[in-house]
């Protein structure tokens, strides 16, 4: 009986025993909480045997240190390929400037600056590509020459460079006596006020190479187009060419439109002008497009005429919608007429006036999109 007592009391004991083990095992073996971050580090190291994050530290310098290293290497070589560029695009530029030199030895002496007056070096120095031309002439006509030679110095031989010089002093004296303006006469009303117009657009030489205003500066705008105009023996089609065809300014100069535009009772001259502008485009012969395709240059003529037409009948019928709107008492102030005829000329609206012979049709459109902008 005593044996057994003490073998029942070693083995609660042993049983209370491991009991405690296992309690303080399981309380070993415990996660950490969720929140503190410290559970990714406990899960490799327990379950996957991984090592802890202090053994990472060489092998995070001698990475971070490698990826530097590479880094340094490649901005190093970016730096020796973009030298490498810097030194072929200065290479192209200083030999295309030394054929550009040469060949304005060959220019004849009284338009050989303006000849080969040139831009576009510097952007090319900064941002060119291998493809992008270095350097371009500010007259159309000379660059097209010239650019199978500037993409390649290279090519150019003393036979050509001659041929191309002679091309060029050609072409510039038939270009520079366009100025003299004989071929119009005084004894025609068109030609005359075309004569005077065009002397006052082009004053001298350098204005023949700077005709058009834009947002870069003044624009030279001899092409080939306005060449082959000169060499056709059509001076006045070169002439309307550099200024867009657009001869419109004549109009309002002579008659019967200078005295309408001077009498005008509610146009100002900002819409005069507008008027006049869209009388000379009437017929489609004033486009570039059309002029290119023509034979000669009776366009103009053609066009000076049926200007008048258009620019009179457009003034007679101003008037009319004027008194109108006043004897239907729908304007009461005659700064608003004025305001609203103004308005319309320069609206796409206009030409659909024009045909519009219903005056209640047109106040409609006019009550709509034109009165409630000026009422603002």
């Known amino acids: 009986?005593?044996?057994?007592?003490?073998?029942?009391?070693?083995?609660?004991?042993?049983?209370?025993?491991?009991?405690?083990?296992?309690?303080?095992?399981?309380?070993?073996?415990?996660?950490?909480?969720?929140?503190?971050?410290?559970?990714?580090?406990?899960?490799?190291?327990?379950?996957?045997?991984?090592?802890?994050?202090?053994?990472?530290?060489?092998?995070?310098?001698?990475?971070?240190?490698?990826?530097?290293i590479a880094e340094r290497i490649h901005e190093e070589r970016e730096e020796l390929k973009k030298s490498k560029r810097d030194d072929k695009k200065q290479t192209k530029v200083a030999k295309v400037e030394k054929m550009l030199d040469d060949l304005k030895a060959l220019i004849d002496e009284p338009f050989r600056e303006r000849a080969i007056k040139t831009h576009g070096k510097?952007?090319?120095?900064?941002?060119?590509?291998?493809?992008?031309?270095?350097?371009?002439?500010?007259?159309?006509?000379?660059?097209?020459?010239?650019?199978?030679?500037?993409?390649?110095?290279?090519?150019?031989?003393?036979?050509?460079?001659?041929?191309?010089?002679?091309?060029?002093?050609?072409?510039?004296?038939?270009?520079?006596?366009?100025?003299?303006?004989?071929?119009?006469?005084?004894?025609?009303?068109?030609?005359?006020?075309?004569?005077?117009?065009?002397?006052?657009?082009?004053?001298?030489?350098?204005?023949?190479?700077?005709?058009?205003?834009?947002?870069?500066?003044?624009?030279?705008?001899?092409?080939?187009?306005?060449?082959?105009?000169?060499?056709?023996?059509?001076?006045?089609?070169?002439?309307?060419?550099?200024?867009?065809?657009?001869?419109?300014?004549?109009?309002?100069?002579?008659?019967?439109?200078?005295?309408?535009?001077?009498?005008s009772k509610y146009l100002d001259e900002a819409s005069l002008k507008t008027l006049a502008n869209k009388a000379w485009n009437k017929k489609r012969s004033t486009s570039l497009f059309a002029l290119r395709d023509s034979e000669d240059d009776t366009w103009a003529a053609e066009a000076f005429a049926a200007g008048h037409e258009f620019f009179s009948a457009a003034m007679a019928k101003i008037d009319s919608y004027g008194t109108w709107l006043e004897a239907e008492d729908k304007l009461d102030q005659e700064d608003s007429r004025k305001a609203v005829l103004n308005e319309m000329v320069k609206s796409w609206y206009f030409t659909d006036f024009m045909k519009e012979e219903d005056f209640d049709k047109v106040w409609e459109w006019v009550a709509i999109s034109i009165v409630p902008r000026l009422r603002r």
């Open 122 to 263: 510097e952007k090319y120095l900064r941002h060119g590509t291998s493809t992008s031309q270095c350097i371009s002439l500010e007259t159309p006509f000379i660059g097209s020459l010239l650019q199978p030679y500037i993409n390649s110095p290279s090519k150019m031989t003393k036979k050509a460079m001659k041929e191309i010089a002679e091309k060029i002093n050609v072409a510039l004296a038939l270009i520079e006596k366009l100025l003299q303006m004989d071929f119009l006469s005084d004894d025609v009303i068109f030609e005359a006020a075309a004569k005077t117009y065009l002397r006052e657009c082009f004053p001298n030489v350098e204005a023949l190479y700077a005709c058009e205003s834009s947002y870069p500066g003044n624009v030279n705008r001899m092409d080939d187009s306005f060449l082959a105009l000169v060499q056709s023996d059509r001076f006045l089609g070169a002439l309307c060419y550099l200024q867009r065809n657009d001869l419109s300014p004549i109009l309002l100069v002579t008659e019967p439109s200078a005295s309408l535009a001077e009498a």
């Open 1 to 68: 009986a005593f044996n057994a007592a003490a073998s029942a009391a070693a083995s609660h004991a042993a049983a209370t025993e491991n009991e405690e083990e296992e309690e303080e095992e399981e309380e070993e073996e415990a996660p950490p909480s969720l929140s503190n971050g410290k559970w990714i580090e406990y899960y490799l190291t327990k379950n996957r045997n991984a090592p802890p994050k202090e053994n990472y530290i060489e092998f995070n310098e001698t990475f971070t240190s490698t990826v530097a």
